[in-house]
């Protein structure tokens, strides 16, 4: 036995209990926040139900149908699939600029391969998927093994697969009667159907189911908790023995799978097939919801549930707006100022340990 | 020793840039026993021990555990041999929780098809046998156990790094500095933990700057100077003194331990 020094010996009659303390004292604010601190998407859902319930009572009933609300959540539907793609990117305190047009150049080859080339459509949505999963290990490659910072790498490939697709599609369309006509399966995701006023589509059906499964895989799974981790400290993450390169390879993979996906949702939505959708911002409004979402950009912090309801609460304002009859240069304005809103919660949240 | 060492290093060399951290350093463990490896800052302590668990890649020398030499890519395969490491920066996840970290890298899954199929964690299980290890160590303030690990002390975390190593060290276990923010009566279970492990038969590796506590339960001393293990000696031959007067280069040391 160890000989313990004088001072040491009154040890033994140490408490045994596990700590406990009456919660009281703590003010609101603290406990607020770390309410926060263990709960990031609440901070979003607070900020859709009270922007709901803003328009709600500027407009009145009119916005308050489920019609309305339906067709905010149709509105979204891509938005909100790119956002969970890029958050599980921005977990791993990465970013990629690179997902719009990875959607559109996939769903450009999907379009090609079925109607161009005659494949048929399963084997058409197969390649498109494949592309955007290639693209996403090009990234993945590039910043795990070559260790390239994710902004130059995503900035590189963002405008490669942008000239890529102008190239292999010489900017043709492909029209939405060519597509009805040979691959209607290609529009499977603008399927709609009522439950009394409410108009729901497979896409923002997928949407949701895409993100309840994601919720699930990064919090009840052991690659989940390594996402956070990789995100969180790097190096510490390698110590305890994780292979992060691995995890971030998979990582930026998926989120190129994922933007394939919210491709073909795309096709249902749009109809037709325009190369020039390349150089719609879709991935700034991605970004934009994911930041909303409280998704950390410093990594390894916050809820993919916060995307989903970030990209809610841009559909919410712009349609408000929109019925208000605003002009839509408030609606940037405002998506500017939540932004801002939403670091600077972030970094609140986070002095929780300081 | 008539005995052979369980894990040994010849010749390491490790450079940085410019800095060179170890300097053809050798290294010796014997099954069962407490090796503290003492030395000013900037030894090279850390960067030895960071060598043999796989953290990082030393430029030469080989070593070798039973005898197979070992050239572990990462410290997921130093893991898997048994050697366990507590670093000194304590390698946790500030936002993840305490059963997570505790488990990251081995997580236990679910039995059945939740766990087979969907691949779900067990949370409860990892919890309650979080929950005891740290209750082993006498780590009784911790109050929540799904806490993230940035709202614990400092000493708080450094327990939480002790036991995940106590809990799954099944050949060596490194301990880079376990007591540096302890308190005294964690620190005191650290040291009975130390002794509690060698019990059970596994070798440990302690570096302290607390020669105190390294006199207290090494079996052996390994001073370390300017990157290289200068000697070892028996801290039962020579009081504290003397292995702060080595470890300086005040005083040089004896012939019979320079060898070892
Ligand atoms: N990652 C690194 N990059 C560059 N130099 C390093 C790195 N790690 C260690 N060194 C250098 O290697 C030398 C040995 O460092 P090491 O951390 O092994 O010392 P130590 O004996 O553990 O010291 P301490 O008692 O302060 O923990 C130091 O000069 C240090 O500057
Ligand atoms: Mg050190």
Redesign the interface.
Known sequence: ?????E??KV?SD????????EDHGVSVLKRIQHFL??TPAAVPLIVLILSIAIFGIAIGGRFFSSYTLTLILQQIAIVGILGAAQTLVILTAGIDLSIGVIMVFSAVVMGNCAVTYGLPTPIAVAIGLGVGTLCGLLNGALVAYMKLPPFIVTLGTWNIVMATNFIYSANQTIRDADVAAQAPLLHLFGVNFKVGTAVLTLGVIAMVVLVLVLW?VLN????G??V??VG??P?????????TKKVLMAVYALAGLIAAFAAWVSIGRNGSISPSAAVTDYNLQAITATVIGGISLFG??GSILGTLFGAMIVGVVSMGLNMLGADPQWKVLLTGMLIIGAVGIDQWIRK??G | MATQPLLTARGLVKRYGRVTALNQADFDLYPGEILAVIGDNGAGKSSLIKAISGAVNPDEGEIRLEGKQIAFKSPMEARDAGIETVYQNLALSPALSIADNMFLGREIRKQGFMGQWLRMLDRPAMEKRARDKLTELGLMTIQNIGQAVETLSGGQRQGVAVARAAAFGSKVIILDEPTAALGVKESRRVLELILDVKRRGIPIVLISHNMPHVFEVADRIHIHRLGRRLCVINPKDYTMSDAVAFMTGAKAPPEEALAA
């Open positions: 036995m160890a000989q313990a020094q001072f040491e040890l140490s408490d045994t209990n596990v700590a406990a303390f601190h263990s699930y009840h799974t052991a690659w908790r390594h956070y981790a969180d400290d190096e510490a993450a390698k110590l305890s023995g994780i292979q390894g912090r929780v340990s």
